[in-house]
Nanobody
Framework: QVQLVESGGGSVQAGGSLRLACSAS????????IAWFRQAPGKERDGVAI????????YYGGSVQGRFTVSQDNAKHTVWLQLNNLKPEDTAMYYCAAGSTCDWPHRLYFYWGQGTQVTVSS
């Protein structure tokens, strides 16, 4: 079992930045891929970023490419998501998830955190 805890959310104005953290209780073979998803009220859960813990490869959703950066510290069992140049449409609950396949469908991820809220005002 892997437990994930997100932190770092908050309220910022458009153009601002936040740094989210995803802390894992441990890593297993079924948690080689750490992904960030977000979900706004009334909308589907969308993939934001993925990092492959083994080789460091990263993948981004089209709407955040160039603004968000995912990174990791394996020794600390932590993955970060740096959010820059935030826009009101980035407002959502942000979740991290762990799985063994680095791809977007959220059904591929076995473990999920409780989420951290990001609110961007114009």
């Amino acid at each position: 079992q892997v437990q994930l805890v997100e932190s770092g959310g908050g309220s910022v104005q458009a153009g601002g930045s936040l740094r989210l953290a995803c802390s894992a209780s441990r890593y297993t073979d079924s948690s080689n891929c750490i992904a960030w998803f977000r979900q706004a009220p009334g909308k589907e859960r969308d993939g934001v970023a993925i990092i492959n813990r083994a080789d460091g490869r990263t993948y981004y959703g089209g709407s955040v490419q160039g603004r968000f950066t995912v990174s990791q510290d394996n020794a600390k069992h932590t993955v970060w998501l740096q959010l820059n140049n935030l826009k009101p449409e980035d407002t959502a609950m942000y979740y991290c998830a762990a799985g063994s396949t680095c791809d977007w469908p959220h059904r591929l991820y076995f473990y999920w955190g409780q989420g951290t809220q990001v609110t961007v005002s114009s």
